[in-house]
């Protein structure tokens, strides 16, 4: 007897993914000219690929620099002032597909800067340090914010002075409570400390409906490019719902040894930037290993 195979329908990319790639799509349809991506438009390789297949380049940072009067995609992720100030230096037609959240999380972070800095204040950001979206968040304040990815970046902060805690938007909700609870304690008396809860509802969301999914099957395939900050958290909390749970970027990664004993129901869910049709694929990888029928094409 087959296993039921069940893709989760609350994966997939969520709202500043899909508006990313719905922009990319739409500029490469309007006409030939060529059109660059400043860094992966999504951590997914495969997904990038596709795009790649369609005309996009991605490039980095130091060949950005050398364009000139070019037409350059700005992803979900958001930029730095910085970089917005060399695009219009050099020409640039921006297509900014900077994700609503962070776009608020940013002009919020720039606006406290602005108030704090003349009182010696200091901006925290509770985020993954080098990661695309913190990398624009610092940017709005000179580069001065301060970074808390792990317990000692904590002593970086002088509790004697005001301080305004940020978080990544794709933070765990849980590590951003706990985070404040600790800031809060080793404030000094008379200094000022605030915090502004900046987290995605799409995303922390899916943290526990994930669990909630994996617990409902005897094997879980958790489907993400290894790049992914947000894919490593969510894969997480699949293991709390289920330890038989594997996370594989590609359907190449799904092996029969992984599917020995044969469960009697398999789950399969992503990240944030895993598209739907990459689970698809997943599934169909697993019903050719097992030699079970594919579904007709409707």
């Known amino acids: 007897m087959y296993p039921t195979i069940e893709i989760d329908q609350q994966s997939g990319f969520c709202f500043g993914v899909i508006n990313a790639v719905k922009h990319a799509e739409q500029e490469l349809a309007k006409d030939s000219r060529e059109l660059y991506c400043l860094g992966d438009i ?118 004697s002075r005001p301080v305004a805690l940020f978080s990544q938007t794709t933070q765990s909700l849980t590590g951003f409570n706990e985070l404040i609870q600790t800031l809060r304690e080793r404030m000094q008396e008379g200094a000022r400390f605030d915090y502004q809860d900046s987290i995605c509802r799409q995303v922390s969301n899916r943290m526990p409906h994930i669990q909630d999914f994996s617990s409902q099957h005897e094997l879980t395939f958790f489907v993400a490019g290894s790049k992914s900050s947000n894919g490593k958290v969510l894969f997480g909390y699949c293991q709390k719902g289920n330890a038989r749970s594997y996370f594989v970027s590609s359907p190449d990664d799904v092996q029969m040894e992984m599917l020995t004993p044969i469960p009697r129901s398999i789950g399969i869910c992503g990240a944030t930037s895993t598209p739907m049709w990459q689970m698809e694929e997943v599934a169909t990888r697993v019903r050719e290993l097992l030699g079970m029928p594919q579904p007709s094409a409707e």
């Open 42 to 159: 999504v951590h997914n390789n495969q997904e990038v690929e596709r795009l790649e297949s369609k005309g996009m380049q991605t490039i980095d940072y130091e060949t950005f620099k050398t364009l000139e009067g070019k037409r350059v995609l700005f992803r979900a992720h958001g930029e730095a002032p910085a970089i917005y100030k060399l695009a219009r230096e050099r020409n640039i037609e921006l297509v900014d597909a900077t994700c609503p959240v962070v776009l608020a999380l940013q002009k919020k972070v720039r606006r406290k800067f602005s108030e704090l800095e003349p009182l010696g204040g200091q901006i925290v950001i509770y985020g993954k340090k080098g990661h695309a979206e913190v990398n624009g968040l610092v940017g709005q304040t000179d580069g001065k914010a301060i970074v808390v990815q792990a317990p000692e970046d904590i002593e970086l902060i002088d509790f």
